[in-house]
Nanobody, 115 residues
Framework: QVQLVESGGGLVQPGGSLRLSCAAS????????MSWYRQALGKERELVAS???????NYPDSVKGRFTISRDNAKSTVSLQMSTLKLEDTAVYYC?????????WGQGTQVTVSS
């Protein structure tokens, strides 16, 4: 079965950096579009970064220039490098896979930006 397991969340000060990773299994990773979403308390889930099968990336303006998504098809992992973190980046971050018309989600990892 499909599994997405996130890791790397934690507490970081404003201006700091953090790297999230997502280990995928149960599907052909190289054929999936991969994304990171986040959901802050009381808010809707929003797209943070996406990377296509061919490596094309997309970011909303809120994180552009600060976050970088990457994938390693050999290891079936997708990562999110986050820098210059802000208080408003605090949220649960979810790994998402889009494969053969279906969405799959990880359990999420908490990122807290606080001084």
């Amino acid at each position: 079965q499909v599994q997405l397991v996130e890791s790397g969340g934690g507490l970081v000060q404003p201006g700091g950096s953090l790297r999230l990773s997502c280990a995928a299994s149960g599907f052909t990773f190289s054929l999936a579009g991969m994304s990171w979403y986040r959901q802050a308390l009381g808010k809707e889930r929003e797209l943070v970064a996406s990377i296509s099968m061919l490596g094309g990336t997309n970011y909303p303006d809120s994180v552009k220039g600060r976050f970088t998504i990457s994938r390693d098809n050999a290891k079936s992992t997708v990562s999110l490098q986050m820098s210059t973190l802000k208080l408003e980046d605090t949220a649960v971050y979810y790994c998402n896979a889009w494969f053969r018309g279906q969405d799959f989600w990880g359990q999420g990892t908490q990122v807290t930006v606080s001084s």
